[in-house]
């Protein structure tokens, strides 16, 4: 497998691994860093993934330069590498929000990571990362995702979930992508508060949707959240369980 480059705005690299072998039509795994005084990891992979996303990242920035990873929740693609990259980084630290370091990160992590609050602005330099819990959205107690200010790029973890291999970025919708993925994975954590979460993420302003899973999408990011959003709400209600927006 190979990890491919793309920069997806400015300063910030996808670095997307494509597994054919995964049905029904292969998969990718996207992690994202951004370029900065203090440079950002978003995503770190699963363990067997290091190698070759570590070789991709180090042709953009020396390792060692890493000042911060985070994640979307804690999950082996998500962060099975997570340890490898503070070995690779010395200086970098892990930050998530308070739940993934009271339950998870304090124990799994081998340096002590920092919790974030919700809402709460990491200046890296040139760019400002604002953490965002969304608890159980996609899935996981203590999921949360960031948003890049500068460039006004939403990294949106799970949310987005696309099979295949697309293009790196398009301004074509991948809501119905998406949609099609869920069906077959069924894979997010329908809650009254499952739509909720995701129209709250609109009053961000993003232009950009980093995905971790599929193609990134830019254009109007805000009425790609709702068409996500209103899609959690009839599969919500379709279970029979209602809905509250």
């Known amino acids: 497998m190979k990890t491919k480059i793309d920069e997806i705005a400015d300063g910030v690299f996808r670095l997307s691994t494509f597994t054919p072998d995964l049905p029904p039509s292969g998969f990718t795994f996207n992690q994202y860093l951004i370029q900065a005084d203090e ?4 995503h770190c992979g699963g363990r067997a993934l ?10 953009i920035m020396p390792l060692k330069s890493i000042r911060w990873i985070s994640f979307g929740h804690v999950e082996s ?6 340890n490898q990259w503070l070995s690779a980084a010395p200086e970098a630290q892990i930050v998530h929000g308070g739940i993934a370091c009271m339950v998870s990160l304090n124990d799994l ?3 002590p990571p920092r919790a974030l609050e919700h809402n709460e602005i990491l200046n890296i330099g040139g760019r400002r990362v604002r953490y965002i819990d969304t608890p159980h959205v996609p899935h996981a107690w203590e999921s949360g ?6 460039t006004r790029t939403l ?11 697309g293009p790196a970025l398009t301004e074509e919708s991948i809501v119905k992508a998406s949609i099609i993925a869920e069906e077959g994975f069924h894979a997010m954590a329908l809650t009254p508060t499952t739509a909720s979460t995701i129209r709250n993420l609109k009053g961000l302003g993003a232009k950009c949707l980093a995905v971790m899973h599929g193609s990134c999408f830019q254009g109007d990011c805000d009425s790609e959240l709702e068409a996500l959003a209103e899609y959690t709400d009839q599969a919500f209600a379709a279970a029979g369980i209602g809905s509250r927006k």
């Open 109 to 111: 992590a081998d340096r």
């Open 39 to 42: 440079p950002f990891l978003f």
């Open 155 to 165: 990294f949106t973890g799970d949310l987005f979930t696309q099979l295949g291999d």
């Open 77 to 82: 693609d998500e962060c099975g590498s997570m």
């Open 145 to 150: 995702l960031i948003f890049e200010e500068v």
């Open 50 to 59: 290091f190698p070759s996303v570590s070789e991709a990242a180090a042709t």
